[in-house]
């Protein structure tokens, strides 16, 4: 029996994500939404959500010890996969509440979009950037396995990552500005969008996280 | 290589079924909110509307069941709206699986709800849903007023300034209905919807009025809608969603295919 564990520091809705999760596994793995480190420990693969505010996000993921457990995970090379506020939080800090260390698994930062935002045509953007964007696979990797070059995922976020080693984008976006919202380094896969809930597209790379053993 | 505007189907359920049935020849179950939520999906719909219109208290516990299926089932993202009045309320039907709850009358009575419900689940899930009238006159400037109960009570609220408001408090998108249009077909209230868009940051769905698929191509291009929701055009099997979409990209607006 494989087990993936859903981290659960007490930040939002997790359901979206464990049904996601069971719908893509394998008969022989089971999902558990959990803040308990032995189970985290334990896992084959683990999944980090958030949404919310970040600031909010790094108190409970302190408070909780998850820091230290997800430090752990990526130590000992299991998959560890990111979602949202999950990946914004492996950064090293984040201009949110009025700025924010965070976890620092990749080296990075995660900034603002700002107020009146217009595209190439003079046009408004709104924010948050909510909604359906198209993602370029900046790399190849194993979880764009089967999906499509520039395939569209659901995002809503207000802020937008940037890793300092361009190496580490494994996939970008662009809204008003470039940024990353896709992350890999080693055994961590990081996304800015919800694969949870992008169909086809996010559940295709759900089961390839599942499939990957690194 | 940019955002796609939205189209999101709008379902009533009462007591865990849908109102107004959806004429789907092929679907086991047109009663069903999750089999049409999934066939929507499956049509490539970019989000869900459930509009719970279940009167008794008693009967709500069947939304939330019926809420669990579709986060079970169909993997985009599905918004509440009816009767979300306390944070429990919200709390219930994010943990059952809805990614956003839409607030209406209780903004209205308790702004602070709104603030709230931001606050402790984060502005990304709160939808404000706005019901707006014109109140102005033929010759006076366009304006238009906040309504409750379906549109038959005026609340003297600036429906622009009421708008302002939810967006400083929090919201995270704005469900504008237009009163006047809602359920005649003649189209969005394209004034409101422009001035409303254009006044705020955050993103704004037209809904209310939604007749043919220029309708739709209209609320976007000359309302500035960030989405459209639509009930009975895409109910009643006049139009798919692949056609409203291929229309709508065919009049350059970019959509997700």
């Given at each position: 029996m494989k087990t993936v564990a859903v981290i659960d520091y007490g930040m939002g809705n997790l359901h979206s994500a464990s049904k996601a999760l069971e719908h893509v596994a394998s008969k022989d793995t089971r999902v558990i939404v959990t803040s308990d480190p032995k189970v985290i420990r334990q896992a084959d693969h683990v999944v980090l959500p958030g949404v919310g505010a970040i600031r909010d996000c790094m108190a409970e993921i302190r408070a909780k010890g998850v820091d230290d457990v997800v430090h752990e995970v990526v130590e000992s090379q299991r998959p560890l996969l990111g979602i949202c506020v999950g990946m914004q939080v492996m950064l090293n800090h984040s201009e949110e509440n009025g700025g924010v260390d965070c976890?620092?698994?990749?080296p990075g930062r995660v900034k603002f979009f700002g107020k009146g935002l217009v595209d190439e045509t003079g046009e408004k953007l709104k924010v948050p950037h909510m909604g359906w964007s198209q993602v370029q696979q900046h790399r190849d990797h194993p979880l764009w396995k089967g999906i499509d070059d520039n395939s569209r995922f659901y995002f809503v976020h207000s802020y937008h990552a940037h890793a300092?080693?361009?190496?580490?984008?494994?996939g970008r976006c662009h809204y008003s500005v470039d940024f990353d919202v896709a992350l890999a380094r080693d055994t961590i896969f990081a996304v800015q969008f919800h694969p949870e809930k992008s169909a086809e597209s996010g559940l295709k790379l759900l089961e390839n996280f599942l499939n990957w053993n690194p | 290589m940019g955002l796609a505007k939205r189209i999101i189907p709008c379902l009533d359920v009462d007591n865990g079924r849908v109102v107004?049935?959806?004429?789907?020849?092929?679907?086991?179950?047109?009663?069903d909110p999750v089999e049409v939520a999934r066939r929507y999906n499956e049509e490539g719909a970019d989000e869900i509307t459930f509009l719970d219109i279940t009167a008794s208290h008693e009967d709500r516990d069947t939304m939330v069941h019926t809420v669990e299926r579709m986060a079970s089932e169909v993997f985009i993202p599905l918004t509440v709206g009816g009767g979300i009045r306390k944070v429990e309320d919200i709390r219930t039907m994010l943990n059952a699986g809805a990614d956003k709850v839409s607030i209406n009358t209780a903004a209205v009575f308790n702004p602070e709800f709104v603030q709230e419900a931001a606050d402790r689940f984060g502005s990304q899930c709160i939808v404000v849903a706005i019901d707006a009238k014109k109140v102005s006159l033929s010759g006076e400037p366009d304006r238009w007023e906040i309504f409750t109960h379906g549109g038959r009570k005026p609340t003297g609220l600036d429906a622009i300034e009421w708008a302002r408001k939810m967006e400083q408090l929090g919201a995270g998108e704005i469900l504008l209905t237009s009163m006047d249009q809602d359920g005649v077909k003649n189209g969005y209230d394209i004034g409101v919807t422009r001035s409303i868009s254009d006044a705020l940051e955050i993103p704004v769905i037209a809904s209310g009025g939604a007749g043919n698929l220029d309708h739709l191509v209209e609320g976007v291009?000359?309302?500035?809608?960030d989405a459209v929701l639509a009930a009975s055009i895409f109910h009643f099997g006049e139009y798919s969603i692949p056609e409203a979409k291929a229309y709508m990209a065919k009049q350059g607006i970019e959509m997700r295919i």
């Open positions: 976890l620092g698994l990749m300092n080693d361009d190496a580490m984008a494994v | 107004k049935g959806v004429q789907f020849v092929d679907i086991r179950d047109a009663g291009k000359k309302g500035k809608a």
